[in-house]
């Protein structure tokens, strides 16, 4: 399900869907209710004159769930995102994206934590791979991992620089007791290593320089 997948319906026609809670002198839903809408969601919560705005509840008739915070009938604030594929959005929203620090975890398991911007993962985060208990901690642009980062595996940690999701140009493998220094090459790989129907892959390959003690 797709975050942009807002709660779709008219506010301002009180004939849609049905309402029981408290309304301004005009009649719009102002302060504390809960309504039924047409399409089988509900919510409930603040409301200021007509819109959603404050603290509540939407809940899916699909099974997903936001609970938190609305401004003008969107999620803006803090707010926690359950989704019908098991996965969950804990974090901060701006006018219905996910924006500023927020921790998502995956139907896998594996999470992230760390900045988003218009719904993508932008700024430093860490992502962690539950099958294998390994991190990616570093810069992410556009949802892509880019720029200074390292990988933290169990017995050892990659230092380098990211382009496109895969190590590109110098970096070293930390052990514990000596680095390895080196550098990674992202070679094309020819189109007559493939079918004629397969696009063009990139093949990482390192070229270790030499070992050190630990700097």
């Not at 309504?35 to 899916?60: E, K, V």
């Not at 926690?80 to 975890?105: A, M, N």
């Amino acid at each position: 399900m797709s975050d942009n997948d807002s709660e779709v319906f008219d506010e301002q026609q009180s004939s849609l869907g049905e309402y029981e809670g408290d309304r301004n002198e005009a009649g719009e839903r102002h302060g504390v209710g809960r309504a039924l809408l047409p399409n089988g969601d509900t919510f409930q919560g603040l409301y200021d004159n007509g819109r959603r705005c404050g603290l509540g509840t939407y809940s899916f008739r699909n099974g997903a769930r936001y609970i938190g915070e609305y401004n003008m009938n969107l999620k803006h604030g803090q707010g926690v995102f359950y989704y019908p594929d098991g996965s969950k959005y804990e974090g901060c929203w701006v006018y219905d994206l996910r924006q500023g620090h927020g921790v998502y975890t995956y139907p896998n398991g594996d999470t992230y934590d760390g900045e988003w911007l218009n719904n993508q993962r932008h700024g430093h985060g860490v992502y962690t791979y539950k099958g294998t208990s390994s991190q990616y901690s570093g810069l992410w642009v556009e949802g892509q991992m880019e720029g200074s980062a390292e990988i933290i595996h169990l017995n050892h940690r990659y230092v380098g620089k990211f382009l496109n999701n895969n190590p590109f140009g110098p970096g070293k493998y930390v052990f514990d007791s000596c680095e390895q220094h080196g550098e990674y090459l992202q070679v094309d790989q020819g189109p007559g290593n493939l079918k004629e129907d397969q696009p063009v892959a990139v093949v990482l390959k390192w070229k270790p320089m030499m070992m050190t003690g630990l700097s």
